[in-house]
């Protein structure tokens, strides 16, 4: 069958064999019961879609199943490049908020290291004033920059720490507005 022949040449390659194999097998099934009930092939072709799109929709939960089980940039990439290739809608409700949230973790990762860089070298300046001994006045008051570099420091590495764990947390989040997404352009409930 035509439509079989189609969907096999758009999920080879990216699905497990047995995983393919298992999908064909139902849509093989779908197409002998609507024969046996009467049903001509563009009758069945226009109740599931294009091959095309029915490849895509699968590809995209694949990944975004993936995503959620090994857990990666890699893999939330991937989910999220595939999601975008179900419709022009996702350009805005998919890729935007990924590109943002993706900076926004940046961000907080980079001043969390800075700090956490910053902080010793403010320790070690104000200790060497305190010694006596010339070096960047970085604070009027070296008693000060020793607390204030400390404060710094931990501050950097809780930054850094949070950042992790926020990290974690908006890629659970990522994963559920993925499907949702899915469920939403497909009109199909996402399977677990």
């Given at each position: 069958q035509e439509y079989i022949r189609i969907l096999r040449s758009r999920l080879e390659g990216t699905l497990p064999k047995n995983e393919l194999d298992d999908i064909?097998?139902?849509?093989?099934?779908h197409f002998s019961i609507g024969k046996a009930n009467g049903r001509t092939d563009e009758e069945l072709?226009?109740?599931?879609?294009?091959?095309?799109?029915?490849?895509?929709?699968?590809?995209?939960?694949?990944?975004?199943?993936?995503?959620?089980?090994?857990?990666?940039?890699?893999?939330?990439?991937?989910?999220?490049?595939?999601?975008?290739?179900?419709?022009?809608?996702?350009?805005v409700f998919v890729l935007v908020?990924?590109?943002?949230?993706?900076?926004?973790?940046?961000?907080?990762?980079?001043?969390?290291?800075?700090?956490?860089?910053?902080?010793?070298?403010?320790?070690?300046?104000?200790?060497?004033?305190?010694?006596?001994?010339?070096?960047?006045?970085?604070?009027?008051?070296?008693v000060a920059g020793l607390f204030i570099a400390t404060g710094m420091t931990s501050l950097g590495m809780l930054l850094v720490i949070g950042d992790y764990y926020l990290a974690r947390f908006f890629y659970h989040v990522g994963i559920k507005y993925l499907k949702w997404n899915i469920s939403t352009i497909t009109g199909t409930e996402y399977a677990a």
């Open positions: 064909l097998s139902d849509y093989t099934e072709w226009r109740s599931l879609g294009s091959p095309d799109d029915v490849a895509r929709e699968i590809r995209v939960m694949h990944l975004v199943k993936k995503a959620e089980n090994v857990r990666s940039c890699r893999n939330i990439f991937h989910a999220v490049i595939a999601t975008l290739g179900l419709g022009l809608f996702n350009l908020p990924f590109i943002l949230l993706v900076l926004m973790l940046l961000f907080v990762f980079i001043i969390g290291v800075i700090f956490t860089i910053f902080g010793p070298i403010a320790f070690v300046s104000s200790v060497l004033q305190l010694a006596g001994r010339s070096a960047i006045a970085i604070w009027l008051s070296p």
